[in-house]
């Protein structure tokens, strides 16, 4: 772990309990006077903490010290994802967070399936756990969005991944907002709404599982 992650870090005294306690005290086994770092993921302090008492369920910590680290990516890329089975999200979630995308939309389109629903507070928690292990100061930005036609509206300069001829890594410096689509891609009634000129593809005619193509996309984007 980079840091361990607490709301109520930066004040200068900090009680831990419950999970967190659980792991810093039983499983790593800390010490008194031990000093450990914290984030909040609010700003991008990095805290240091001395580990002053420890008691049965909780322990508390004293500030020793703050200062401003900022590890995130460099490049901005805004996914919009049409909804896949929440499984499989919440599967690949912590690796588009290391790669350092920096929001998700998740949408319907014509071939998600309806009853899928997302456990947002779940998927906030493989964030922060993501992001205390990688060391990023943030989290991805999570949103939800109806539909595909209203994502266009609120999004400029909108790419979307599919079969083409143009080649995602000869618009990688260009894309900042990028469509995957769900399991059976997009429908033909969806690709006649999308600008020609902003489909991109892979150098393969080999049909990807829609996790294939979010990991492989934001990776020939960012890194």
Same mark, same amino acid.
């Given at each position: 772990?980079?840091? #361990?992650?607490?709301?109520?870090?930066?004040? %200068?005294?900090?009680?831990?309990?419950?999970? #967190?306690?659980?792991?810093?005290?039983?499983?790593?086994?800390?010490?008194?006077? /031990?000093?450990?770092?914290?984030?909040?993921?609010?700003?991008?302090?990095?805290?240091?903490?001395?580990?002053? @008492?420890?008691?049965?369920?909780? *322990?508390? =910590?004293?500030?020793?010290?703050s200062e401003e680290k900022i590890v995130r990516n460099e490049n901005s890329l805004h996914l919009i994802w049409c909804l896949v089975d929440p499984k499989t999200i919440e599967k690949y979630l912590a690796s588009l967070n290391e790669l350092g995308v920096e929001k998700i939309t998740f949408v319907y389109c014509e071939y998600s399936q309806k009853n899928f629903k997302l456990n947002f507070e779940k998927?906030?928690?493989?964030?922060?756990?993501?992001? @205390?292990?990688?060391?990023?100061? /943030?989290?991805?930005?999570?949103?939800?969005?109806? +539909?595909? %036609?209203?994502?266009?509206? %609120?999004?400029?300069?909108?790419?979307?991944?599919?079969? +083409?001829?143009?080649?995602?890594?000869?618009?990688?410096?260009?894309?900042? #907002?990028?469509?995957?689509?769900?399991?059976?891609? =997009?429908?033909?009634?969806?690709?006649? #709404?999308?600008?020609?000129?902003?489909?991109?593809?892979?150098? @393969?005619?080999?049909?990807?599982?829609?996790?294939? *193509?979010?990991?492989? *996309? *934001?990776?020939?984007?960012?890194?």
């Amino acid at each position: 772990m980079q840091f #361990t992650y607490d709301i109520n870090c930066g004040n %200068e005294f900090l009680e831990i309990s419950d999970d #967190t306690y659980k792991y810093l005290i039983k499983a790593r086994r800390h010490k008194i006077n /031990d000093e450990i770092y914290f984030r909040n993921l609010k700003n991008d302090l990095l805290y240091l903490y001395k580990l002053s @008492s420890i008691n049965r369920r909780s *322990a508390s =910590f004293n500030l020793i010290s703050s200062e401003e680290k900022i590890v995130r990516n460099e490049n901005s890329l805004h996914l919009i994802w049409c909804l896949v089975d929440p499984k499989t999200i919440e599967k690949y979630l912590a690796s588009l967070n290391e790669l350092g995308v920096e929001k998700i939309t998740f949408v319907y389109c014509e071939y998600s399936q309806k009853n899928f629903k997302l456990n947002f507070e779940k998927l906030e928690k493989i964030l922060i756990n993501s992001s @205390s292990q990688c060391g990023r100061s /943030d989290i991805i930005k999570l949103d939800f969005c109806n +539909s595909l %036609e209203e994502v266009m509206k %609120e999004n400029e300069n909108v790419y979307f991944l599919d079969f +083409s001829d143009i080649s995602i890594d000869d618009k990688k410096e260009d894309i900042k #907002t990028l469509v995957i689509g769900c399991e059976g891609g =997009f429908s033909k009634d969806e690709r006649l #709404t999308f600008n020609k000129e902003k489909i991109v593809g892979f150098k @393969s005619n080999i049909i990807l599982r829609s996790e294939t *193509a979010i990991l492989s *996309a *934001a990776s020939k984007i960012l890194i």
